[in-house]
């Protein structure tokens, strides 16, 4: 696995480090989360949307 790895090697020197974001988050894996998130921009109800 492409992150197994570098994750490993930063672990072991103490460097590995975690952000907890609080905000809105939502992949875009697959074509269904694409529409999902395109039908939020267009309908005014994307929460990263800026007015």
Known sequence: MLER???ETLAKAGQLMAFH??????????????????????QNKAPWKFN
């Open 5 to 7: 790895s570098p994750l």
């Open 21 to 42: 974001h609080a905000g809105y988050w939502q992949c875009m894996d697959t074509l269904r989360d694409k529409h999902t998130l395109e039908e939020l921009w267009n």
